[in-house]
């Protein structure tokens, strides 16, 4: 490949992962692999490369797009009155109401969900009852695969499209398309940051090995308003058994919670309450007790802020399944906004200590230190970081 063509992708640092630029490929040069830290990152091949740069012009890191708005911002608490759809999210049900809403339009529905082998990755469903795999948080990075390309493909036929994943993904969705299509709903999530496709992979491995698992019928990171990892599997002796573990006591919780994130999630551009990419914004609303006490039943609250017009009719639209606070919350005022704005502008240097562990230990000391006898594992996680931070 001559100067020339010379290819310059996002930096490992900055790459978010999104795989616009594999998308957008003309010859599918571009590959998504995954790195030492369990990551997916782009790869080209050289050889069949023909520099057209595509994957330059596409990328949002690299060439950054604007989908300038006049609209205010909006925000709001919500409670889905369907009191088992409520039960089965982990918030206030938001997300199942614009999903049923859209496939009664005759759209689809994108959003992440478990494969067979129990990775997250993209897809989409046409169908209510296919809305179930796509409920509850994921802390880990989805793998987008062709979604972008199945997105744009139903827009041009015509099709409404929700598209609901973390901001980077939205923003990698609208450079891959270049417009902005009447018929494409864009929902991103309030995101504090993705982990290791790869630690979880390990994770789960390890964890079938301890607990002499057959076969996983079903897993969940959040059950509701409560954070526990919990595992339905079948036992050596065709048994069906609960695994479950608070953030506390579960090794993959504990390390994520201290923030083992990829590394463009400390200083990522798209974590702004002025949303330029999604037409909604959808997660957890923090502090209900103290704004919202009429609320306050512990069974999940979504914080819904409304970036465009489309987004404020396609609110009106499905407000009847809701109960929502009556007074709309100005986006700066309200401690609960402000809860919000401070976790999605949540910026800062990645520890040292965290690259040294996924780079080094997770073949070796992640799953030797992990899974011993549970009543040392907080011990030995604390020590394990200890001995990390000595070499810093």
């Given at each position: 490949?001559?100067?020339?063509?010379?290819?310059?992708?996002?930096?490992?640092?900055?790459?978010?992962?999104?795989?616009?630029?594999?998308?957008?490929?003309?010859?599918?040069?571009?590959?998504?692999?995954?790195?030492?830290?369990?990551?997916?990152?782009?790869?080209?091949?050289?050889?069949t490369c023909?520099?057209?740069?595509?994957?330059?012009?596409?990328?949002?890191?690299?060439?950054?797009?604007?989908?300038?708005?006049?609209?205010?911002?909006?925000?709001?608490?919500?409670?889905?009155?369907?009191?088992?759809?409520?039960?089965?999210?982990?918030?206030?049900?938001?997300?199942?109401?614009?999903?049923?809403w859209?496939?009664?339009?005759?759209?689809?529905?994108?959003?992440?969900?478990?494969?067979?082998?129990?990775?997250?990755?993209?897809?989409?469903?046409?169908?209510?009852e296919?809305?179930?795999?796509?409920?509850?948080?994921?802390y880990?990075?989805?793998?987008?695969?062709?979604?972008?390309?199945?997105?744009?493909?139903?827009?041009?036929?015509?099709?409404q499209?929700?598209?609901?994943?973390?901001?980077?993904?939205?923003?990698?969705?609208?450079?891959?398309?270049?417009?902005?299509?009447?018929?494409?709903?864009?929902?991103?999530?309030?995101?504090?940051?993705?982990?290791?496709?790869?630690?979880?992979?390990?994770?789960?491995?390890?964890?079938?090995?301890?607990?002499?698992?057959?076969?996983?019928k079903?897993?969940?990171?959040?059950q509701?308003?409560?954070?526990?990892?919990?595992?339905?599997?079948?036992?050596?002796?065709?048994?069906?058994?609960?695994?479950?573990?608070?953030?506390?006591?579960?090794?993959?919780?504990?390390?994520?919670?201290?923030?083992?994130?990829r590394?463009?999630?400390?200083?990522?551009?798209?974590?702004?309450?002025?949303?330029?990419?999604?037409?909604?914004?959808?997660?957890?609303?923090?502090?209900v007790?103290?704004?919202h006490?009429?609320?306050?039943?512990?069974?999940?609250?979504?914080?819904?802020?409304?970036?465009?017009i489309?987004?404020?009719?396609?609110?009106?639209?499905?407000?009847?399944?809701?109960?929502?606070?009556?007074?709309?919350?100005?986006?700066?005022?309200?401690?609960?906004?402000?809860?919000?704005?401070?976790?999605?502008n949540?910026?800062?240097?990645?520890?040292?200590?965290?690259?040294?562990?996924?780079?080094?230990?997770?073949?070796l000391?992640?799953?030797?230190?992990?899974?011993?006898?549970?009543?040392?594992?907080?011990?030995?996680?604390?020590?394990?970081?200890?001995?990390?931070?000595?070499?810093?």
């Amino acid at each position: 490949m001559t100067k020339q063509r010379k290819i310059q992708l996002a930096l490992h640092d900055t790459c978010t992962g999104c795989a616009a630029c594999a998308s957008v490929c003309p010859t599918g040069s571009i590959s998504m692999k995954e790195d030492r830290e369990g990551f997916l990152q782009p790869h080209i091949d050289t050889k069949t490369c023909i520099g057209c740069h595509k994957c330059e012009k596409t990328c949002p890191i690299i060439t950054p797009i604007k989908i300038p708005t006049d609209f205010e911002t909006q925000a709001y608490a919500a409670i889905n009155k369907d009191e088992a759809v409520r039960m089965r999210s982990s918030s206030g049900g938001m997300f199942h109401a614009l999903a049923k809403w859209t496939i009664e339009q005759g759209g689809v529905v994108f959003g992440a969900r478990f494969n067979d082998q129990w990775e997250v990755v993209h897809d989409y469903t046409e169908s209510t009852e296919g809305i179930e795999p796509f409920m509850r948080s994921k802390y880990v990075q989805s793998r987008i695969g062709d979604t972008f390309k199945q997105a744009k493909q139903f827009l041009d036929a015509g099709r409404q499209v929700l598209f609901v994943g973390t901001p980077c993904q939205i923003g990698g969705l609208k450079a891959y398309l270049k417009k902005d299509y009447d018929n494409l709903f864009a929902v991103d999530l309030i995101c504090h940051g993705v982990s290791s496709p790869g630690v979880w992979k390990k994770h789960l491995e390890n964890l079938q090995c301890k607990l002499n698992c057959k076969k996983i019928k079903d897993i969940s990171f959040r059950q509701n308003i409560n954070y526990n990892l919990t595992i339905e599997y079948l036992n050596n002796y065709n048994k069906w058994e609960v695994y479950k573990k608070d953030t506390r006591d579960d090794a993959y919780y504990s390390y994520y919670t201290r923030a083992i994130f990829r590394t463009s999630c400390y200083k990522c551009p798209f974590r702004t309450i002025y949303n330029q990419y999604a037409d909604l914004t959808i997660g957890d609303c923090w502090n209900v007790k103290d704004d919202h006490q009429h609320m306050m039943d512990n069974k999940g609250v979504s914080a819904v802020i409304i970036h465009t017009i489309k987004a404020e009719k396609t609110f009106n639209n499905i407000q009847d399944h809701f109960i929502i606070d009556k007074e709309k919350m100005g986006i700066i005022d309200s401690r609960y906004n402000y809860a919000i704005a401070r976790a999605l502008n949540y910026k800062r240097n990645r520890p040292f200590h965290v690259s040294n562990f996924l780079a080094q230990y997770i073949p070796l000391a992640y799953m030797r230190i992990i899974y011993m006898h549970d009543k040392w594992s907080i011990i030995i996680k604390r020590k394990t970081i200890k001995i990390l931070k000595h070499y810093v």
